[in-house]
């Protein structure tokens, strides 16, 4: 009589199972990991803005007429997870400031001329659903407010 090979149904509910596991492990882990690569998108843009916003004051004196093109400090564009704006602009004071679009909608990363950075979180929105909260303190860039 001659023996067969092969794996039994058994060895194979088994090993699914453990991948299954293994997966389960891992998908949270990973979707953080892409998540917080996505932020440095744009904590380097606003940094990258800062000093172009410092360039501009002492060629001009004043922070009003910068975030246009045609100056030292025009804004970034071609971002994948960011649209950067200045929303504040005046003599003495500015606001940069980067929107999470798409994936990342609902998170809100500020920096102005005191070097202040803040974290702004919609609720309801996507990243509060990933466990990110406000921080007027810093750029959160891992969820539960961590900076």
């Known amino acids: 009589m001659q023996r067969q090979s092969g794996f039994t149904l058994i060895e194979l509910m088994v090993t699914v199972a453990i991948v299954a596991i293994l997966a389960g492990i891992a998908m949270p882990s990973y979707t953080?990991?892409?998540?917080?690569?996505?932020?440095?998108?744009a904590t380097s843009s606003l940094l990258a803005m800062r000093v172009k916003m410092e360039q501009f004051y002492q060629d001009k004196l004043t922070y009003a007429g910068a975030c246009t093109a045609g100056t030292?400090?025009?804004?970034p564009s071609?971002?994948?997870?960011?649209?950067?704006t200045c929303p504040v602009r005046s003599?003495?004071?500015?606001?940069?400031?980067?929107?999470?679009i798409d994936s990342m909608a609902g998170i809100?990363?500020?920096?102005?001329?005191?070097?202040?950075?803040?974290?702004?979180?919609?609720?309801?929105?996507a990243m509060a659903g990933h466990g990110y909260v406000d921080n007027a303190a810093c750029w959160v860039s891992k969820p539960g407010g961590v900076c």
């Open 108 to 125: 809100i990363f500020t920096i102005d001329q005191a070097n202040t950075r803040a974290t702004t979180v919609t609720p309801g929105s």
């Open 91 to 100: 003599a003495s004071a500015y606001t940069v400031q980067a929107d999470g």
């Open 32 to 41: 953080s990991y892409v998540t917080r690569s996505k932020i440095t998108e």
């Open 72 to 75: 030292v400090a025009p804004l």
């Open 78 to 84: 071609g971002l994948k997870y960011f649209t950067i």
